[in-house]
């Protein structure tokens, strides 16, 4: 197994939330015709734009020094970074292209937060910086109620 430092994991958390913004914009127009869908996607697809300039500003701020407990951190960040939903078959993109109604998009995006929630905890434990990402853990939080409201 390489090494995994902490700025890979910051990179991969800003790929993910560009990930997110591509699936909520894509799913915001291929969902027009339900307003209160459409609109939901495109405020999510907002949010994960913030979030990327949030992590983006956390890699400025983390430079190349590791974290001193990042050791203890980093095998469970390349344990969910090789998991099926980032990497293997079944990662997220494919996924993705292949959502056609209501129903599969919604699950999918509650599916995608959790797992990012999970990746972001990871990244928490290991960098002083925690206030950056409890803000957007925060937020992740609010976009599953909301989206599970949604599917209610």
Avoid: C
């Avoid at 914009?25 to 015709?33: D, F, L, Q």
């Avoid at 907002?46 to 095998?75: C, M, N, S, Y």
């Avoid at 990012?116 to 609010?142: C, M, P, Q, W, Y």
């Amino acid at each position: 197994m390489t090494e995994f430092s902490i700025r890979e994991a910051i990179e991969m958390a800003i790929q993910t939330e560009k990930m997110g913004y591509n699936f909520y914009s894509v799913m915001a127009e291929k969902h027009k015709e339900n307003g209160e869908l459409s609109k939901l996607f495109d405020t999510l697809a907002k949010k994960e734009q913030v979030h990327e300039k949030r992590f983006t500003e956390l890699r400025d701020i983390i430079g190349e020094k590791e974290p001193e407990d990042w050791g203890e951190v980093a095998p469970y960040m390349r344990a969910i970074v090789e998991s099926a939903f980032f990497l293997g078959k079944e990662n997220a993109t494919m996924h993705m292209q292949n959502i056609q109604d209501v129903r599969a998009a919604v699950s999918f995006a509650i599916a995608f937060e959790k797992e990012t929630l999970l990746f972001f905890h990871g990244i928490k434990d290991a960098v002083k910086e925690r206030d950056i990402i409890d803000e957007v853990i925060n937020e992740e939080k609010s976009h599953i109620m909301w989206l599970n409201r949604f599917r209610k």
